[in-house]
């Protein structure tokens, strides 16, 4: 059974930092894993990804903030987020899947982050 279980998120003042965990079981092999979020009313929008090999690509938004790694023996990726902003706060979700372009793979069940003084 496929599972992604996602840990981190919470309140934190702007300017601050977290970092997101998003933990894969059940899978056969993985090629991508990423996270994406959703502000309310907003459309779900790419945050980082990175793919087999170590390439990384970030959202336009996060580039410089944000960094995406992974821990290939343990199925996990990372997020730390840094120089928070509340144009931040959203519902961050784990993706992952075999390649590219085998969309749109499998998420976990969202993690909130809010971002407020």
């Known amino acids: 059974q496929v599972q992604l279980v996602e840990s981190g998120g919470g309140l934190v003042q702007p300017g601050g930092s977290l970092r997101l965990s998003c933990a894969a079981s059940?899978?056969?092999?993985?090629?991508?894993m990423g996270w994406y979020r959703q502000a309310p009313g907003k459309q779900r929008d790419l945050v980082a990804r990175?793919?087999?090999?170590?390439?990384?690509q970030y959202g336009d938004s996060v580039k410089g903030r944000f960094t995406i790694s992974r821990d290939g023996a343990k199925n996990t990726v990372y997020l730390q987020m840094n120089s928070l902003t509340s144009e931040d706060t959203a519902v961050y979700y784990c993706n992952a899947r075999r390649s590219l372009s085998d969309w749109p793979g499998y998420w976990g069940q969202g993690t909130q982050v809010t971002v407020s003084s």
């Open positions: 990175i793919i087999s090999g170590g390439t990384t």
């Open positions: 059940g899978f056969f092999s993985i090629g991508v």
